[in-house]
T-cell receptor, first 117, second 114 residues
Framework: ETGVTQTPRHLVMGMTNKKSLKCEQH?????MYWYKQSAKKPLELMFV???????ENNSVPSRFSPECPNSSHLFLHLHTLQPEDSALYLC????????????????FGPGTRLTVL | GESVGLHLPTLSVQEGDNSIINCAYS??????FIWYKQESGKGPQFIID?????DKRQGQRVTVLLNKTVKHLSLQIAATQPGDSAVYFC?????????????FGAGTRLAVHP
């Protein structure tokens, strides 16, 4: 499809659990992103990575911990989440950070639907 | 679908009619705008873009209009089809922080009825 895959597609976890979301892009891109999509804020940027270096942490609580081991993979580690963290978590990639024009736009994965009980 | 649950304005149209989806943006300095389509179970997908030095851009069955005076974008879909049913987001480029990032609007749900 878009060249960006996310696993799992659905996740249910308790507030004391620790889980991780995985994103992989097969596009040779250098920048990767995590977004949160919920009823309150449809598309909210969380983290931005460029060449495995984090360049943005958009005031995200520390219970969300991103990891980018290489330019093709991005993880979001979750621990002691709250019910209000239930949302769709979307990963995206782009060729780099500097353009985002035309075909240099962001390509999104299908998302992970997270439910926190 | 993955966008179910979003409390969004909904535009309902008959199949074959034209659709117009509107969006207001916030930053008068923004110079590039994109429309994305999010179908059920999928992430947002690029539809069409427009630079601020243009008023109009046409694609296949879609047209984007930009009115910089009132900071308004619209997406026109001709001969709307059932496959056009989705949530549509506008996005503007924000260059604060030394790099480009997309700022998304709230979205509009398009429902196409046969």
């Amino acid at each position: 499809e878009t060249g960006v895959t996310q696993t799992p597609r659905h996740l249910v976890m308790g507030m004391t659990n620790k889980k991780s979301l995985k994103c992989e892009q097969h596009l040779g891109h250098n920048a990767m992103y995590w977004y949160k999509q919920s009823a309150k804020k449809p598309l909210e940027l969380m983290f931005v990575y460029s060449l495995e270096e984090r360049v943005e942490n958009n005031s995200v609580p520390s219970r969300f911990s991103p990891e980018c081991p290489n330019s093709s993979h991005l993880f979001l580690h979750l621990h002691t989440l709250q019910p209000e963290d239930s949302a769709l978590y979307l990963c995206a990639s782009s060729q780099d950070l500097l353009r985002l024009r035309g075909t240099d736009t962001q390509y999104f994965g299908p998302g992970t639907r997270l439910t926190v009980l | 679908g993955e966008s179910v649950g979003l409390h969004l304005p909904t535009l309902s149209v008959q199949e074959g009619d034209n659709s117009i989806i509107n969006c207001a943006y916030s930053n008068s300095a923004s110079d590039y705008f994109i429309w994305y389509k999010q179908e059920s179970g999928k992430g947002p997908q690029f539809i069409i873009d427009i630079r601020s030095n243009m008023d109009k851009r046409q694609g296949q069955r879609v047209t984007v209009l930009l009115n910089k005076t009132v900071k308004h974008l619209s997406l026109q879909i001709a001969a709307t089809q059932p496959g056009d049913s989705a949530v549509y987001f506008c996005a503007e480029i924000n260059s604060s922080g030394g790099y480009n990032k997309l700022i998304f609007g709230a979205g509009t749900r398009l429902a196409v009825h046969p």
